[in-house]
């Protein structure tokens, strides 16, 4: 009987795996040149640790861990996101006690029991970055401007970042309680899981697609900041204008995760469905000392390789080969095979296939793989040590000494001075 993937987990294949690599390149590349390390996190966890970072009362802990009970009892849970693991690892390696600020960045596999459709799935990757150690307006406007750059090396052109301000502990509860009473007073209008929300993280009210219309005048963050946080978030946004990073305000944006403070932001972008959200993040200030660690802020973002992918249209034209080996007969195979591994070592990609094929099915092939050249060896310039080096885009050939350098040379002209 065909066994077939989990519902919600895919196979990511090639040639779509060549645009992953490119976009986990573009991040090392980009993220590192800002300062970041790599961090690599483990898959599974206490489930206790996401219960209190990501919030008892939130959708990923209410509905979409996959958690299961170890032999020895031990609740255990998947990682639904990276932020909740990488502030467990700075705290119980004791990073903070060595630096007194920390760039971390992550790739990988999160794990969320949600409902697949279009860029939703229950395994899928996210790229995500955090900074431990810094509370100032700086690094949150620095860390868009990361985002910013890495869109343009991607070429991501309808990236777009939505922006809030969620207040902090001295200004949030009096907001949350005034916007309670306006959905309290408009209880009976509202869906059953804004009643619920009303109790629980009336917040989340904001975020209601079906309640959009009701809640439409419901009071928002930006407007009851407090002095303090007024000034962060003014000072953020004053330095994304002077770098040209556009950002929009977006006052209903409450972020689906309750560690959330001041700073919160979202990258939307064309092409994505329903799931517009890119990507997501903010600061969050007090979530290292709720897991057991000093005072510390954080803020960071994560996004989503799937959704990215989608935004850039998918899949990419299959890479290319440097150059397809075709030996004509076993002689002249083995001296390719040998040849290949010559040049596979000074870094060029390509392919060989058996001698036992025809000129034409090589030639099929050469073009399908998209090669750049083919060598044809055969057993006359064997004999005199030489092949047949052709151009596909050019058809133009020549005879070439059959010798890893003088093919280099060959193919690339202008870094070696040579020509075909
Ligand atoms: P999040 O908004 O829950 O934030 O997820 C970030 C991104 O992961 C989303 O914008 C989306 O692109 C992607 N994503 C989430 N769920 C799925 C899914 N089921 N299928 C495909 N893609 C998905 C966080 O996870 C926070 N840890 C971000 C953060 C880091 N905040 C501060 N630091």
Known sequence: MKINAVKGFRDILPPETEVWSRLEDDARRIFRGYGYAEIRIPLLERTELFARAAGETSDIVEKQMYTFEDVDGVSLTLRPEGTASVVRAYIENGIYGREPVSK???????????????????????IGAEVLGRDDPLVDAELLVMLSDYFSALGLVTARIEINSLGDSSCRPAYREELRRFAEARRASLCADCNRRLETNPLRILDC???????????????????????HFRAVRERLAAESVAVTLNPRMVRGLDYYCRTAFEVVAEGLGAQNAAGGGGRYDGLVASLGGPSVAGVGFALGVERLVLALHGVEAASEFDLFLAPLGERAEARAFRLARELRRRGLRLEIEPGRKSLKSHMRRAAKLGAAFVLIVGDDELARGTA????????????????????????RPSQTGGAL
Do not use: N, W
């Open 104 to 126: 971390l960045f992550y790739l990988g596999a999160m794990f969320r029991r949600e409902r697949p459709q279009k860029g939703r799935f229950r395994q899928f990757y996210q």
């Open 209 to 231: 697609k079906e309640d959009a219309e009701k809640t439409r005048d419901a009071p928002v963050m930006i407007d009851h900041l407090c002095e303090a946080c007024a000034e």
């Open 388 to 411: 047949v080096l052709r151009d596909m885009r050019s058809q133009a050939q020549a005879e070439t000494p059959l010798d890893p350098s003088a093919i280099l040379r060959a193919l």
